[in-house]
């Protein structure tokens, strides 16, 4: 006798799709018969200096004591927290990446009866927790591709448990100063959970940008969540965490799996947070970056939406799986977004300047074929 395991599971997970990620390099080399040392992967808004020479050594004097389980409570990492954003171990909750700490706090504040309210275009992730969890997700309408503060404010409604911020914006960079969050914020009531996402926030340069944790002391229903993953340089380790008030910690870490962050991703993170050689020279190398692919789009006639995060995307127009898929062929790997609405648009993950540079020219090449100019 068959059994459809599908319909046994809940409601919310049945309608569900696998999240997608960026390609690997390895599963592309033996797709297309390439040599992995051939390919660049421009997908998955990783640091593409590597990882911190700090963190590598953590993780070095680390590995004898693998037969033992991780510090549940994560006491040196919060303390590192803790000395460099000034805020108290209580009020942080790590994860196995901040991915795992915006499930927490879904689980947590949100259920069936519940609405969460995010924005169009904003991370995969914020409604594929609130349907797994049997909520109502409540996409709001973007505004030049990025939040529509206003509007989601108006969206809040008595059923409202939760409402995600992503800022900057993934995937599409875009980011709201101290003044826009400041007046978002105050006029939320106070039942309602606010996740101010900053995964992207140290790639922030210039003034009038807002720092989350300066604002948790006037709005106690806040909460800021961030990663290792981006300028750290340690995604393959899967570090993150989330500061709110303790109130609010303390019911995350009731729901928050005890071993949640494993060894090596403790004291790498630890490690790292001293490191700020590496935190600078991974924002110079972004920032430059940045100017390279902006002014070959420009040079290309393509358009792009502004990013303040370590990606960008492109539109290139109505044959963008064409294009993707020339530049897979190519060894190039980048991110379609059409899941998030953005067919049109590919997210490129800035890299060093020589695979910037391999990027630019494979699209071209891409873009020529396409349009029939190509041999």
Not at 107 to 116: G, H, L, M, T
Not at 132 to 148: M, Q, T
Not at 243 to 262: G, K, T, W
């Amino acid at each position: 006798m068959s059994i459809d395991y599908q319909s046994l599971a809940v409601k919310g997970v049945q309608a569900l799709s696998p999240y997608q990620p960026g390609k690997p390099i390895d599963e592309l080399a033996r797709e297309l018969g390439l040599k992995p040392e051939n390919i660049i992967k421009l997908a998955s808004n990783e640091n593409p200096l590597g990882p911190s020479p700090k963190a590598l050594a953590a993780v070095k004097g680390a590995l004898d004591e693998l037969c033992r389980y991780p510090d549940g409570n994560g006491f040196d990492l919060k303390q590192a927290l803790s000395a460099r954003y000034g805020v108290m171990p209580a009020q942080i909750t790590l994860g196995n990446g901040s991915n795992d700490v915006l499930e927490v706090i879904t689980r947590c504040f949100a259920d069936a009866s519940s609405e969460v309210v995010f924005s169009q275009y904003a991370f995969a992730v914020y409604p594929l927790v609130t349907q797994a969890i049997g909520a109502k997700g409540v996409s709001v309408p973007a505004r030049d591709y990025g939040h529509d503060l206003d509007a989601m404010v108006e969206a809040i409604t008595d059923r409202t448990a939760l409402v995600f911020v992503a800022n900057p914006n993934n995937p599409t960079g875009t980011v709201h100063g101290a003044e826009a969050i400041e007046s978002f914020l105050a006029r939320i009531p106070s039942r309602v959970v606010v996740v101010l996402d900053e995964a992207y926030c140290e790639y922030l340069q210039g003034e009038g940008y807002v720092d989350g944790l300066l604002l948790l002391k006037r709005y106690p229903n806040l909460i800021v969540t961030r990663t290792f993953s981006k300028a750290w340089g340690l995604a393959s380790l899967r570090a993150g965490y989330s500061v709110s008030s303790p109130e609010i910690a303390n019911v995350l870490n009731r729901v928050r799996q005890p071993f949640n962050v494993d060894s090596l991703a403790l004291v790498a993170a630890t490690a790292v947070l001293s490191d700020e050689d590496y935190l600078r020279r991974s924002c110079e190398v972004n920032a430059a970056g940045m100017k390279q692919l902006e002014s070959a789009f420009n040079e290309m006639g393509l358009q792009y939406i502004p990013s303040a995060g370590n990606f960008i995307a492109v539109d290139v127009g109505d044959q963008a799986a064409d294009i993707n898929q020339s530049l897979l062929e190519q060894g190039v790997i980048v991110r379609p977004i059409g899941g998030y609405g953005l067919p049109r648009h590919l997210r490129v993950s800035v890299g060093l300047p020589e695979e910037n540079a391999r990027f630019i020219e494979a699209l071209a090449h891409a873009l020529n074929a396409s349009s029939g100019r190509g041999e």
